[in-house]
């Protein structure tokens, strides 16, 4: 795995050595978060999402597991077990608010590491595999958020259900089956909440799964970093473990400080009310939203307002919406610039912020009333939003002359290198041409 | 070939947008859409402070024992509490005898522990509020979890309680739609303005409190919305205790994990790239 300056694993003591030689745990250990991994010695702070994900996605399943103890995937008692939790189980109020807001803890994480990787082209080459996984990984979370927050079987929870599984209704002739066949019946009912539930167990495991495939595939090529530039020799890195174990130790306590704000001081704030109200088949809320994390998907989804030829509104709104994830798919290979990090694609990088300001404005009418000017506004980002990775990204490689990169991680870092200069030192590979 | 594809594909979806834009801003333009009587005369709820207010807030027991008395006197005739149990009001500062009698003014009917026969039997301290059988029309709605059920909270539950007021000729003039119809009482902090509730709370000293409060309507609003926050989130308290030693100690954790960092970076700074750290 990675460099071949990479510290050997050398255990010292007997059992160590033992151990090594019958699982050696530690030795992968050792060379995947340890002193065996070299990594860029430039990472910024933007870097600690990958750990900062990783660990709400532990923190969700043991305090899930603890909630699933005591939740009843009733339809008839599912509301109230909630409120037993909240009530009557020994800390399950700290269970129930460490879980619901461990998932828009770990959302707002998973966006700041897509959305860094967006800035800096980790979607590139060689890596495109770590972000073809990434995206599988944000589609098992999304999945993962709505069927989870169906289990309080509250008001919001049901008319959620009904309105996203109504989604797969819009498919021409086999739409209203699946929807039925997906959800058990004809409306969300005590068969759709049983699966959900199983669904929502099973999921996070499935994640883990493939955040390990997202690890290994990111092991092969080591990290990206803020300059974009590949690893030359040794000098360009550190290893993992002191450096970064520490970086990453300040990044989790300063997460667990906002974190903890919220689950003890505002644990609500991110909710929705109408989820207080059991769930009422027959009493539609009068704004019916999705979790916020879902508010720009959402918008997407809703501004798509007139027929198409002979595709419905509402069809055209789907597609929409899948595509609107589903394009990440094809994004290494739309962006073609060779440069890689948006510090030295002047073009790219206003583009870039425009792309953060738009979906900002999309998740604020996302979680708006479905009227105007919400919805002309809406469709104005969302045209945009297309625009920006399916027209904008192809073309801009084109049309941008990026600025000067240094030569290597380590001029980027101290000034110079002294294999920067020619002849200078072993035969060094060509700088990137830029341009 | 795939970028040119992806051109075309996002035109497609552009181009969309752009006329389903176009047809909304025209339809928005030529037809505008006349302000709704619920969102001209709709009212956010006022500002309500209660003990357990903020950071470092706790429960005032005195306030909360009052809310409940206006709760058992005037709300428990149409609106239940089913969430709560008995045992819980010790957290008001009740002791057992005063909830075993609490407890047993009520009536709740449960199965027999012998005959598994359901009939009427006194409430005991582990029974939950009974259900409120109401007979009018309409349905009150359970209220342990108002406070959380409803924006605003708290100030929401105060706001709703002493905001019935008559309609004025003005506000019917411009807005015919809301008036106010048979049996419905109108209340600008009600979602669709008129509320079936009749007013419950009609003048000062429709309870009697017996630690001497005056029992004006606006006292009485706001003790059983501070009654009403606590059914909601009875672990308020120890909630935010704990999250208080929780901040604490994650902030001294935090520091030392920062210098920590420092410390070990410290070495990269003087330029021992790439050796195996003191640390390790």
């Given at each position: 795995?990675?460099?071949?300056?990479?510290?050997?694993?050398?255990?010292?003591?007997?059992?160590?050595?033992?151990?090594?030689?019958?699982?050696?745990?530690?030795?992968?250990?050792?060379?995947?978060?340890?002193?065996?991994?070299?990594?860029?010695?430039?990472?910024?702070?933007?870097?600690?999402?990958?750990?900062?994900?990783?660990?709400?996605?532990?923190?969700?399943?043991?305090?899930?597991?603890?909630?699933?103890?005591?939740?009843?995937?009733?339809?008839?008692?599912?509301?109230?077990?909630?409120?037993?939790?909240?009530?009557?189980?020994?800390?399950?109020?700290?269970?129930?608010?460490?879980?619901?807001?461990?998932?828009?803890?770990?959302?707002?994480?998973?966006?700041?590491?897509?959305?860094?990787?967006?800035?800096?082209?980790?979607?590139?080459?060689?890596?495109?595999?770590?972000?073809?996984?990434?995206?599988?990984?944000?589609?098992?979370?999304?999945?993962?958020?709505?069927?989870?927050?169906?289990?309080?079987?509250?008001?919001?929870?049901?008319?959620?259900?009904?309105?996203?599984?109504?989604?797969?209704?819009?498919?021409?002739?086999?739409?209203?089956?699946?929807?039925?066949?997906?959800?058990?019946?004809?409306?969300?009912?005590?068969?759709?909440?049983?699966?959900?539930?199983?669904?929502?167990?099973?999921?996070?495991?499935?994640?883990?799964?493939?955040?390990?495939?997202?690890?290994?595939?990111?092991?092969?090529?080591?990290?990206?970093?803020?300059?974009?530039?590949?690893?030359?020799?040794?000098?360009?890195?550190?290893?993992?473990?002191?450096?970064?174990?520490?970086?990453?130790?300040?990044?989790?306590?300063?997460?667990?400080?906002?974190?903890?704000?919220?689950?003890?001081?505002?644990?609500?704030?991110?909710?929705?009310?109408?989820?207080?109200?059991?769930?009422?088949?027959?009493?539609?809320?009068?704004?019916?939203?999705?979790?916020?994390?879902?508010?720009?998907?959402?918008?997407?989804?809703?501004?798509?307002?007139?027929?198409?030829?002979?595709?419905?509104?509402?069809?055209?709104?789907?597609?929409?919406?899948?595509?609107?994830?589903?394009?990440?798919?094809?994004?290494?290979?739309?962006?073609?610039?060779?440069?890689?990090?948006?510090?030295?694609?002047?073009?790219?990088?206003?583009?870039?912020?425009?792309?953060?300001?738009?979906?900002?404005?999309?998740?604020?009418?996302?979680?708006?009333?479905?009227?105007?000017?919400?919805?002309?506004?809406?469709?104005?980002?969302?045209?945009?939003?297309?625009?920006?990775?399916?027209?904008?990204?192809?073309?801009?490689?084109?049309?941008?002359?990026?600025?000067?990169?240094p030569y290597s991680i380590t001029e980027a870092v101290l000034g110079h290198d002294e294999h920067a200069v020619l002849g200078a030192g072993r035969a060094v590979p060509a700088p990137v041409r830029v341009n | 070939m795939i970028r040119i594809l992806s051109i075309f594909g996002g035109l497609f979806f552009a181009l969309a947008l752009l006329y389903s834009f176009g047809r909304g801003a025209y339809s928005a333009a030529t037809d505008p859409v006349k302000e709704s009587a619920e969102r001209a005369l709709h009212r956010e709820p006022g500002p309500l402070k209660l003990a357990s207010d903020g950071v470092f807030g706790h429960f005032d027991h005195a306030q909360l024992q009052r809310g409940f008395q206006v709760y058992q006197e005037v709300c428990a005739n149409c609106h239940s509490l089913k969430l709560v149990a008995y045992r819980d009001l010790a957290a008001l500062g009740y002791d057992e005898d005063e909830i075993k009698k609490i407890a047993s003014n009520a009536t709740v009917n449960a199965a027999d522990p012998i005959t598994g026969e359901f009939k009427d039997r006194p409430g005991l301290p582990t029974d939950h509020f009974p259900p409120v059988v109401y007979a009018g029309a309409g349905h009150p709605p359970d209220l342990s979890l108002i406070t959380k059920a409803r924006e605003g909270g708290g100030a929401y539950v105060h706001s709703l309680l002493t905001g019935y007021r008559a309609q004025t000729p003005a506000v019917l003039a411009a807005h015919p739609e809301a008036k106010t119809g048979e049996n419905l009482f109108y209340n600008p902090w009600f979602s669709n303005l008129n509320i079936a509730m009749p007013p419950p709370l009609t003048g000062d000293g429709q309870v009697t409190y017996s630690d001497g409060t005056t029992a004006s309507v606006d006292q009485m609003a706001q003790d059983v919305s501070a009654f009403l926050v606590w059914t909601a989130e009875p672990k308020l308290d120890k909630r935010r205790q704990t999250g208080l030693a929780v901040l604490g100690f994650l902030l001294f954790a935090t520091i030392l994990a920062y210098m920590a960092k420092r410390n070990v970076w410290a070495q990269l700074k003087r330029g021992d790239v790439g050796e195996a750290s003191a640390i390790d």
């Amino acid at each position: 795995m990675s460099f071949p300056w990479a510290q050997d694993y050398t255990p010292r003591a007997p059992l160590m050595q033992w151990l090594d030689e019958k699982l050696p745990l530690p030795r992968l250990l050792h060379g995947a978060i340890g002193a065996g991994y070299p990594v860029p010695r430039n990472l910024s702070y933007m870097w600690n999402f990958g750990v900062l994900a990783g660990f709400c996605l532990v923190l969700q399943i043991v305090t899930g597991v603890i909630l699933a103890m005591h939740y009843a995937a009733n339809q008839a008692i599912a509301f109230n077990s909630v409120e037993h939790i909240m009530r009557d189980v020994n800390w399950g109020w700290l269970m129930r608010y460490a879980h619901a807001n461990g998932a828009s803890a770990f959302f707002v994480v998973i966006y700041m590491h897509i959305f860094r990787g967006l800035f800096y082209g980790s979607y590139k080459a060689p890596r495109e595999m770590v972000w073809l996984l990434g995206v599988v990984i944000f589609l098992l979370l999304m999945a993962t958020g709505f069927l989870g927050y169906v289990l309080p079987w509250g008001q919001m929870s049901f008319w959620g259900a009904q309105v996203i599984t109504g989604l797969f209704g819009a498919i021409p002739v086999v739409g209203e089956p699946i929807q039925h066949w997906l959800l058990g019946g004809y409306a969300p009912d005590n068969a759709a909440l049983n699966r959900f539930f199983s669904l929502h167990f099973l999921l996070p495991f499935v994640i883990a799964g493939v955040v390990i495939l997202h690890i290994w595939a990111l092991h092969i090529n080591g990290s990206n970093n803020p300059t974009g530039i590949e690893v030359k020799r040794e000098s360009d890195t550190i290893p993992f473990h002191p450096y970064y174990t520490a970086k990453d130790g300040f990044g989790l306590g300063v997460f667990l400080i906002v974190y903890a704000a919220f689950v003890f001081f505002m644990p609500n704030a991110l909710g929705h009310a109408d989820n207080y109200i059991p769930a009422n088949p027959l009493q539609t809320p009068a704004l019916i939203v999705p979790e916020w994390y879902f508010w720009p998907f959402y918008a997407i989804l809703r501004s798509f307002t007139q027929d198409i030829l002979f595709i419905p509104a509402k069809l055209m709104g789907v597609m929409a919406m899948f595509s609107s994830i589903l394009l990440w798919f094809i994004l290494p290979w739309l962006d073609k610039s060779p440069v890689r990090s948006g510090h030295y694609r002047p073009l790219y990088r206003k583009f870039f912020w425009v792309l953060v300001l738009d979906v900002l404005v999309l998740g604020y009418c996302g979680g708006s009333h479905a009227e105007e000017p919400y919805l002309m506004i809406s469709q104005i980002a969302t045209a945009y939003y297309f625009l920006h990775f399916l027209v904008i990204l192809p073309i801009v490689a084109s049309l941008e002359r990026p600025d000067p990169l240094p030569y290597s991680i380590t001029e980027a870092v101290l000034g110079h290198d002294e294999h920067a200069v020619l002849g200078a030192g072993r035969a060094v590979p060509a700088p990137v041409r830029v341009n | 070939m795939i970028r040119i594809l992806s051109i075309f594909g996002g035109l497609f979806f552009a181009l969309a947008l752009l006329y389903s834009f176009g047809r909304g801003a025209y339809s928005a333009a030529t037809d505008p859409v006349k302000e709704s009587a619920e969102r001209a005369l709709h009212r956010e709820p006022g500002p309500l402070k209660l003990a357990s207010d903020g950071v470092f807030g706790h429960f005032d027991h005195a306030q909360l024992q009052r809310g409940f008395q206006v709760y058992q006197e005037v709300c428990a005739n149409c609106h239940s509490l089913k969430l709560v149990a008995y045992r819980d009001l010790a957290a008001l500062g009740y002791d057992e005898d005063e909830i075993k009698k609490i407890a047993s003014n009520a009536t709740v009917n449960a199965a027999d522990p012998i005959t598994g026969e359901f009939k009427d039997r006194p409430g005991l301290p582990t029974d939950h509020f009974p259900p409120v059988v109401y007979a009018g029309a309409g349905h009150p709605p359970d209220l342990s979890l108002i406070t959380k059920a409803r924006e605003g909270g708290g100030a929401y539950v105060h706001s709703l309680l002493t905001g019935y007021r008559a309609q004025t000729p003005a506000v019917l003039a411009a807005h015919p739609e809301a008036k106010t119809g048979e049996n419905l009482f109108y209340n600008p902090w009600f979602s669709n303005l008129n509320i079936a509730m009749p007013p419950p709370l009609t003048g000062d000293g429709q309870v009697t409190y017996s630690d001497g409060t005056t029992a004006s309507v606006d006292q009485m609003a706001q003790d059983v919305s501070a009654f009403l926050v606590w059914t909601a989130e009875p672990k308020l308290d120890k909630r935010r205790q704990t999250g208080l030693a929780v901040l604490g100690f994650l902030l001294f954790a935090t520091i030392l994990a920062y210098m920590a960092k420092r410390n070990v970076w410290a070495q990269l700074k003087r330029g021992d790239v790439g050796e195996a750290s003191a640390i390790d």
